[in-house]
């Protein structure tokens, strides 16, 4: 009987590197990262994707209606969505783990802003992130790459999320 115990535990331990070998590692965008290219649906089910932005500066947030600082921030990003062309910005503003029926209804009492808000079903753009928690932001530069990363921030932050916003606006491409 140990005998039997001590195969199957070697046995364990021997397939144990090979699973851990198939396991996906964790997606964890940086700084200076080329960032994941699907940033959730639009409210037809369309893909909106970071390419279709290039040239701009794209804010990426993911935010949900039951966190304080995101619903702080929403209009602040709204009031420099409105302060800078659509050719220069772009802001995605992609919901995280709320179901489609929130979503429809954030679209119904925000009809006039001009941030584009995204679905993410089974977290798809959330996961090639590494989002695991909210406020999550990231600031894409004119060139495509992943300027800035803000994790877990709150209201003193937004004067520096406004200034880097800016400082990327004006640099040259």
Same mark, same amino acid.
């Given at each position: 009987?140990?005998?039997?115990?001590?195969?199957?535990?070697?046995?364990?331990?021997?397939?144990?590197?090979?699973?851990?070998? #198939?396991?996906?590692?964790?997606?964890?965008?940086?700084?200076?990262?080329?960032?994941?290219?699907?940033?959730?649906?639009?409210?037809?089910?369309?893909?909106?994707?970071?390419?279709?932005?290039?040239?701009?500066?794209?804010?990426?947030?993911?935010?949900?209606?039951?966190?304080?600082?995101?619903?702080?921030?929403?209009?602040?990003?709204?009031?420099?969505?409105?302060?800078?062309?659509?050719?220069?910005?772009?802001?995605?503003?992609?919901?995280?783990?709320?179901?489609? #029926?929130?979503?429809?209804?954030?679209?119904? #009492?925000?009809?006039?802003?001009?941030?584009?808000?995204?679905?993410?079903?089974?977290?798809?753009?959330?996961?090639?992130?590494?989002?695991?928690?909210?406020?999550?932001?990231?600031?894409?530069?004119?060139?495509?790459?992943?300027?800035?990363?803000?994790?877990?921030?709150?209201?003193?932050?937004?004067?520096?999320?406004?200034?880097?916003?800016?400082?990327?606006?004006?640099? #040259?491409?």
């Amino acid at each position: 009987m140990v005998r039997f115990v001590i195969l199957m535990l070697s046995a364990l331990l021997l397939a144990a590197p090979a699973a851990e070998a #198939k396991r996906e590692p964790e997606a964890k965008v940086t700084v200076g990262d080329v960032p994941p290219d699907y940033l959730g649906q639009d409210e037809n089910g369309d893909d909106i994707l970071a390419s279709a932005q290039r040239g701009k500066v794209v804010v990426v947030t993911f935010w949900a209606t039951w966190c304080g600082p995101c619903l702080r921030e929403l209009p602040v990003l709204q009031g420099i969505r409105e302060q800078v062309s659509e050719d220069r910005l772009a802001i995605v503003a992609v919901n995280y783990g709320q179901g489609r #029926k929130i979503y429809k209804k954030i679209l119904e #009492k925000t009809p006039d802003w001009s941030l584009t808000f995204a679905y993410d079903p089974k977290y798809r753009a959330a996961k090639a992130f590494g989002v695991k928690g909210i406020p999550h932001m990231f600031i894409i530069d004119k060139q495509g790459k992943v300027a800035s990363v803000h994790v877990g921030y709150g209201d003193e932050t937004l004067a520096t999320l406004v200034d880097e916003l800016n400082t990327f606006l004006t640099a #040259k491409p």
